[in-house]
């Protein structure tokens, strides 16, 4: 079997991670959440103190600063490793979410997140998600999906995530959050998020999570 890239490409809370987790695990592939990687930097960023407007300071944060993946032998995740400690809850929180899309819009932190992405892939034989996989960090990937949903229902998905998590909030605040990204991350000049032209749309509105992954598994063998 040959390897190939599966770019997972959408708007925020589309069950795009979900969907790329169940998939990579199908193929054995590895599994790369970008979006991550742009929440670490953020989480950088806010830890010390560095003004998103600040580019000399941005790009010397950009140099020092280590983001890995680490996987976690009990759940079989990759969890998002900065300077080398486990992060992946801090990430996940709200005031992460809230300032990502200002970060993600600095064309310096594209660059070095899009290099490190297209290293880490090298081998190919990965599920990528994000929001420029199929258009930027891999216009070659055999398998493009853009993934959509309607705003609410993907509002009450992420309260229940981030319930589970412990971290009550409003779905007005969620709505707020998701339309705000969606916007930033559609209309910034440097690899806006956008369906490829060869990208083949999936809306998980009023489909479950085995659907979507099979509706993948279905494009992976067609080019296989
Ligand atoms: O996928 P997730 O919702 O965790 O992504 C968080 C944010 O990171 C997005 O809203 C977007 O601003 C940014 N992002 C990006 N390019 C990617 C992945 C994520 O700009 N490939």
Redesign the pocket.
Known sequence: MKNIVIAI?GY??CG??TTAKAVAAELGYAYI???????GVTLYLLEHNIAFEDLPRVEEALHNMQITFKRNRRTGRNELCLDGVIREDEIRQMRI?NA??E???IPAV?HA?VRQ?QRMARKRGVVM?????GTT?FPDAEVKIFMTADVHTRAMRRQVELATKGEQVSLDDIVQNLQK?DY??STRAE?P?RRAADAVLLDTSHITIDEQVDFVLERVSSVL
């Open positions: 490409d925020s809370s795009k991670s959440d970008t979006g991550a990687m742009y929440r979410s990502v899309s970060v993600s819009v594209r997140m992405q998600d994000g929001r420029d996989i960090v990204r930033l991350d690899s998020l």
